[in-house]
Every structure is written in C-alpha cells, then in structure tokens.
C-alpha cells in the first residue's frame, strides 16, 4: 500500500498517470500485456532492421569512396596553353591546406608487349609519381632524375599478369601522329618499366593508367590536357581548399581565372548513385516501419476494445474526451518510444558488433572489402528515429481519435 | 426563496432499435431544491435511471431542457458536460464500476486526478472518506481483494470525493445481500446529510424511499400524481 501512494505521489497529471498505467499493464491483462509488446517488439524490429541496414550501405559506401578517394587526385587546376604554372603553383602554395603541387598531362595511348595490345589511359608526372597511385613497388619515384628509374609505371596486376621484371621493355603508342616520308605515323616509344603501383578494385579506370615522366609523356600525347595536381595536407578539406583557391584566384585578375576539378567532380555520377541507392534502401525498410505503425493503430484498437468499459468510467467521472483521447495519444507515444528506442539501441548494438567482429565474411578477392562493414552514422540514426517516432505518433493519433466517439454510458451498459 | 439545484422541462428520451422506437421518458417535468433528498422509484422500464443518466449529463435528451446548478446543458459540449460532471456531480452505479486494475485509494482519487486537485489534498481526502467508510485498512486493495459491500462503499467515497453539490444514486443497494446494502444504505445518507448534498436516488426498495424527504414515481415514462 505504501508503495501504491509512493508512487501515486510521484505521478503526473491524469492523462500520463492513465496511460501509463495501461502502457504497463503488468497487472491481470495479460491480453494488453501481449499486445503492448508485439507492437513495440514489431517496431523495434523494423528499426533495428532500417539502421543495420543502413549502417551496411553506409560501411559500403564509405570503404568504397575511401578507395575512390585513396586513388584520384584531390584537387587539380586545369592549365591552358598560356598559363603561368610558376604563378599558379605559387598562388596555390599559398593557400592552407596545400602540401604541394605539380604539372600532370593525360592523354590516350596503348601498351604494346609480345603482340598483345592494351588500352591505356597515360599520366605524366613532373616530379614524383602522383599520391593518388599509392603502393609504389620497384623502382622509384622520382623520374626526373634520368636513367634506369626513367620509365613506366604500370599497375600491379598488368605487372603480374605480364611478368613483368623491373626494366622490362614496353612499348608504348599514342594516336598522336608524327609526320614521317612515308606519312603520318602514330607515335610510339620503347620504355622500360620503372615500377608499379596498386589500382585496387573498386575501379577498372584505375587499373588502366600507366604513369611516366613528364617529358615523356609530352612527346607522346603532348600537353592538351595538362593540370597542376595539388597534393592536400593530412586532414584537409578539399571543399575548404578549393574555395581557398577560387578566392585567391580572383584576387590575382592577370591569371584568367581558374578552372578546377576535384575528386567529386570526377566520381560525382558514382557519388549520385550511392546517395540514390541510399535513399531507396532508406524508402524501402521505412515500409517494414509503416507496417510497424499498422500494427500500433491495431493494438491502440485493440486496448480501446478491452478498455471501453474502463474509459466510460473515466468518462463518467468527468474525463472530456478530447483528455481520453490524450490519455490513448499518450499511450501509443509510449509504445511508439520505447520501440524505436529499443530498437535503435539493438540496431547500433548489433551493426557494432559485427563491424567489430567481422562475422559476416567476403570473398575478398572480388569484393573491395573481405567483411560486410557496418558504419552507424549519427545523421542517420537521428533520421531514422525521427521519421520512426513521427510515423507512430501519426498512427497513435488516428488510433486514438476512436476515443472521443464512446459514451459514457453506452461504454457502461455494455 | 429555495435554491433549486436540479430543474427538468418537458425531457422526452425514446431509444430506437431498427424500426422499433420505444419511448422511455413523456414529458418530464422536475424540480430539485438545493439539500434535498429525493427517491425515484417506479416498476422496471419505466425510465427511472434514463432520468437519472439525463440529470447526470450522461446522456442528452430527444427534448426538454434540464439546468444543474443553473447551467443549462444542452448549450454546453461533451467536454464542458464532463467537466460538468466532474465537478459538480457524483455518482453511485449499482454495480459499482470501479477501475479493475486500480486500489481503493486510487479509484476514490481519480474523480480528482481527472479535476486536477493537489496531489497531498486529494489523497488526504480520499483517505478520510474511506477511513470514514470503514475501509481505512483497505486502501491499496484493488476491486476483486474486496467484498460487494466494501466496493459499493469505495464507489460512494469515490461519488463524494470531489465534494459534489448533488448526487446521484442509482440503485447502489440493488446489486447487495440486506445487510450490506443497509450498511451502503445508512453511510451514503449519513454522508450526504453532513455534507448537505442534494441527493437523487433510484430505488425498487419502498423502506429506502421512505427514508427520504422526497418520493417521486414513474409510471410509464412520466411522474405519476401523488
């Protein structure tokens, strides 16, 4: 007894302390009891389903531009013919967030070894190969220092594939033309090969570049498509230093402007897709929630049913309707609440746990990864929670608008 | 001149099933002054506990007009009648209509809860009513731990908890064995009488309405001439 007024005196006004009461039930209504925890348990289940699921697109996606990002350049400035590299380059020294910078040309060419031939994307390199072809292995980096280090860069796989030693002869052609007595001819050059680096496997583009000194390429493709590649500091924000160097170029009018691209720029159809496939995962579980929320209009039914006398009662004692309605408002909040919590605490628990624990394994020679990764981001679950607790309390509402249409003394007579 | 508590003009109620439309109330006309204690009796089905669900501002009438406490009801809305109710009037059920899953102290709260009493206000009071009705050592039983008797007089403690000007009875003895009904019986009117409530009380019993000041009969949905 002294706990019933214990607790009477901490309770709330009469909406809460009613629905609450129902929302507990733990007394003689076992038929509440059950029904309480199959809506919260259904509700849970969908969101811990809508944030796994979630966290697994998020860790995909997130080890996947971690790749992309790992092997295209951050941030590069285009430079016409007439530009002034030394100007550019100093103007982006100047800029924080800039490590270093330096003159990259692409152009089309094919690699040419023991009458196999393949298409490749070619990328000169002024001082150093490029941070965004990491894992350099054989010779070294600087190719600028002529002889035997002077050469092609291949990635690992074509090395592997071609048995490749280091100073190995490839050919190399560029549909470039050279004007020759006996006309036009594509231009070629006999490289050794210098090293390789890892493409990865998130990409095929990146398994196709073949990277070579500067003076090199320039022979080969020319200097159409020349860029000054800027290297970022540890930690630095491309968006940040792009606009760094919108900014200082506009302060420097003689330079004709800036042109830049970065590592969006270039992905942005894949970084359109993964928000698209995002979205969809997100649209199709919000179903499982939706049908969580059929359930909790349901149950509040069901309890109105089961609580229809009880309600007269409260009527008759004086409780307005539009009170019982809150009281029922209440209770499917509540019910609503402690699912999404429950369920979002599961959720985040068990993306955790199998993130940390790798259980769920990939045959790491196809996919980028050898785990399902898991990433629970807190946007996401805000999101999720969010929309979760708003659908419920839509659905709570109409269940509980049945409230206001009993009568006292109908509800009593029955 | 008397306070009227409760005036009735012209109340018509006829419950209609499918095509079947039976007239329960013809035309009633009633007027109860403040403090009085008035029994309604009547033979079965002659619309004894209509009356008292109309007066009660539990259910409207088809016609007629009926003000409490100088409040005409049929211009208020569902939510003012219960407020209505709420404050002003109590009622005692034949079958008591307890909340099941609630203690004694509890269901005598709740008319207060529902009015927003103070917490420490409403449970002294509650507590002393049913201190007053025998029950002081039953505070947290809940219904089905108490007897027919002791749950007819957790109803009354409940009725009389909001310290309401009138109230209402309809048959609260009807449903108990002789001596607990007496027991109900003699508590409701000794309550009732210190606290000067007007009080309307249906009763089949002719010994309990001749204990009250008042004795009205209904014969076929109209008050039958004295």
Redesign the interface.
């Known amino acids: 007894m002294i706990g019933s007024l214990a607790a009477l005196r901490k309770r709330g006004p009469f909406e809460l302390t009613v629905a609450l009461r129902y929302f507990r039930s733990t007394r003689q209504d076992a038929l509440i009891r059950l029904l309480s925890r199959i809506t919260a348990g259904g509700l849970a289940l969908g969101v811990a389903a809508l944030i796994l699921a979630l966290a697994a697109l998020s860790g995909f996606q997130h080890r996947l531009l971690e790749e992309v990002r790992l092997r295209t350049p951050a941030l590069q400035a285009r430079l016409v013919g007439s530009a002034d590299v030394e100007a550019l380059r100093s103007l982006a020294a100047g800029v924080p967030g800039v490590a270093s910078s330096q003159v990259v040309v692409y152009g089309a060419g094919w690699l040419h070894r023991h009458g196999e031939v393949l298409a490749v994307d070619l990328v000169g390199y002024e001082q150093r190969l490029p941070g965004w072809l990491p894992g350099a292995e054989g010779g070294a980096g600087d190719g600028a220092d002529g002889g035997a280090k002077r050469g092609l860069w291949l990635a690992a796989e074509r090395v592997q594939r071609w048995q490749l030693e280091p100073g190995a002869v490839v050919e190399v052609v560029t549909p470039r033309v050279t004007l020759t007595p006996l006309g036009p001819q594509p231009r070629s050059r006999r490289l050794p090969l210098a090293g390789s680096f890892d493409a990865g496997t998130a990409d095929d583009r990146h398994a196709a570049q073949v990277a070579l000194p500067l003076d090199l390429a320039q022979s080969l493709v020319g200097d159409a498509d020349r860029w000054l590649d800027i290297e970022l500091a540890r930690g630095a924000d491309d968006v940040r230093v792009a606009r760094g160097l919108e900014a200082a170029a506009r302060s420097r009018p003689e330079l004709g402007g800036l042109e830049l691209r970065s590592w969006r720029d270039v992905h942005r159809a894949l970084l359109f897709v993964l928000r698209l496939e995002k979205s969809a995962v997100f649209v199709a579980v919000v179903l499982i929630v939706l049908v969580a929320s059929f359930a909790l209009v349901a149950a509040l039914s069901l309890i109105l049913a089961s609580k229809q006398a009880e309600v007269g009662i409260l009527g008759a004692l004086g409780a307005a309707p539009k009170r019982l309605r809150r009281v029922f408002l209440l209770l499917g909040g509540m019910l609503a609440v402690s699912g999404t919590a429950g369920g979002g605490a599961l959720g985040t628990v068990v993306a955790v746990i199998l993130d940390r624990s790798r259980l769920l394994r990939l045959p790491g020679d196809v996919y980028i990864v050898d785990h399902v990764p898991f990433l629970v981001r807190g946007f996401d679950l805000a999101v999720v929670l969010a929309s979760t607790v708003a659908v419920t309390l839509l659905a709570a509402f109409v269940g509980a608008r049945r409230v206001g249409a009993i009568s006292p003394i109908e509800a009593i007579r029955r | 001149m008397t306070e009227i508590a409760v005036r009735a003009r012209g109340l018509s109620k006829a419950y209609r099933e499918d095509a079947v439309v039976t007239e329960v109330l013809r035309g009633i006309d009633l007027d109860v002054a403040a403090g009085d204690l008035v029994a309604i009796v009547g033979p079965s089905g002659s619309g004894k506990s209509t009356l008292l669900?109309l007066l009660?501002a539990?259910?409207r009438p088809d016609a007629g007009e009926i003000e409490i406490g100088g409040r005409d009801l049929g211009t208020l809305d569902?939510?003012q009648l219960?407020?209505?109710?709420?404050?002003t009037i109590g009622?005692v059920?034949q079958f008591h209509?307890?909340?099941?899953?609630?203690?004694a102290?509890?269901n005598v709260?709740?008319?207060g809860?529902?009015?927003?009493l103070g917490?420490p206000e409403l449970?002294r009071r509650a507590a002393g009513l049913l201190e007053e009705v025998g029950l002081g050592a039953r505070?947290?039983a809940?219904p089905?731990q108490l007897s027919g008797g002791e749950r007819q007089r957790v109803a009354l403690c409940?009725a009389l908890v909001m310290e309401p000007p009138i109230l209402l009875a309809d048959e609260p003895t009807g449903n108990l064995d002789p001596a607990s009904g007496e027991r109900v019986l003699g508590l409701l009117l000794a309550m009732r009488e210190r606290r000067g409530t007007t009080t309307l009380l249906v009763t089949h019993n002719p010994e309990i309405a001749n204990r009250c000041a008042r004795v009205l009969t209904l014969m076929d949905g109209r008050i039958a001439p004295r």
Do not use: V
């Open positions: 669900h009660g539990l259910d569902r939510n219960a407020d209505l109710r709420n404050a009622f059920f209509q307890l909340l099941p899953d609630w203690s102290l509890e709260m709740m008319p809860l529902i009015g927003g917490q449970e505070l947290g809940f089905n409940r």
